[in-house]
């Protein structure tokens, strides 16, 4: 495993934001993405993360999400959670999937302007709309909310 990355910690009966601030008062940086209550996204090397998830109580399951084909803890490159992190901080109510999207695959497309600038994905259509799909680490899939074609160039 990389040494600092970002781990996904996923939780039952709990508010991710809620334990959010347990984990910041230990000096984890914490990203909780909007209209999702149950994922906590964790900056930190694994082991310091791993022991504090095995000693501290925190009164319902908590655990790493694990990528299917290994079980392995779903561990998320900075770069590819900074993509998220900016997709989910420009929309207040982005489509996150857990799951690749069952949908035929567009061009792969790069945003021209505005706040994505840069940002690459494929064009899907998620609710009779257009939008840009970017994956993160094949581990999750974010949409954004429609995007004018003027603002896309194919990659």
Same mark, same amino acid.
């Given at each position: ?22 984990? *910041?008062?230990?000096? +984890? ?9 149950? #994922? #906590? ?9 791993? *022991? ?32 998220? /992190?900016?997709?989910?901080?420009? +929309?207040?109510?982005? /489509? ?14 790069? /945003? ?15 609710? *009779? ?25 194919? /990659?």
């Amino acid at each position: 495993m990389a040494e600092r990355s970002w781990f996904v910690i996923g939780m039952r009966y709990l508010r991710a934001s809620k334990l959010e601030e347990k984990f *910041k008062s230990r000096g +984890y940086e914490t990203f909780v993405p909007p209209v999702v209550t149950n #994922l #906590l996204f964790v900056h930190s090397d694994y082991w310091p993360l791993f *022991k504090y998830l095995e000693e501290k109580s925190f009164g319902h399951p908590v655990y790493f999400l694990r990528r299917r084909e290994d079980w392995q803890p779903m561990e998320i490159r900075d770069s590819e959670m900074q993509k998220f /992190i900016l997709v989910c901080k420009a +929309y207040a109510q982005p /489509i996150i999937l857990t799951e690749c999207p069952k949908l035929k695959l567009g061009d792969k497309v790069r /945003i021209k302007d505005g706040e994505l600038k840069g940002v690459e994905g494929h064009i899907v259509r998620l609710k *009779k709309q257009k939008r840009v799909l970017i994956n993160v680490d094949n581990a999750f899939w974010v949409a954004t909310a429609h995007i004018e074609p003027e603002l896309l160039e194919v /990659i």
